[in-house]
Nanobody, 127 residues
Framework: QVQPVESGGGLVQGGGSLRLSCAAS????????MGWFRQAPGKEREFVAS????????YYADSVKGRFTISRDNAKNTVFLQMNSLKSEDTAVYYC????????????????????WGQGTQVTVSS
């Protein structure tokens, strides 16, 4: 299993951009789908985006489609979330996660699909 560690959060003005990174330990990083989730104050954690183990398939929540881009660099055991045109409603703690199994053949878009989680990084968008 891999252990994700997020970085790159911070405070940004509305309309701005931010890039989150998630470095994962373990030699088998390239065999896991990776995902980003977020949790706003008083709300449940929700799916943001995920990417397949080889990077060929990506999935996005409707709320971020067209604004966020997930990508990965398997040589560096890192997954990224590029966030553009940020809105105040994007304010949340963002979590990186690795899929529960290796080489998943299904889309991984729910919390139940992921078995290893990072500690989260705060993203605050000021209006």
């Amino acid at each position: 299993q891999v252990q994700p560690v997020e970085s790159g959060g911070g405070l940004v003005q509305g309309g701005g951009s931010l890039r989150l990174s998630c470095a994962a330990s373990g030699r088998t990083f390239s065999t896991y789908n990776m995902g980003w989730f977020r949790q706003a104050p008083g709300k449940e954690r929700e799916f943001v985006a995920s990417i397949s183990w080889a990077g060929g398939r990506t999935y996005y929540a409707d709320s971020v489609k067209g604004r966020f881009t997930i990508s990965r660099d398997n040589a560096k055991n890192t997954v990224f979330l590029q966030m553009n045109s940020l809105k105040s409603e994007d304010t949340a703690v963002y979590y990186c996660a690795a899929s529960s199994g290796q080489f998943p053949r299904y889309s991984t878009t729910t919390e139940a699909d992921f078995g290893s989680w990072g500690q989260g990084t705060q993203v605050t968008v000021s209006s």
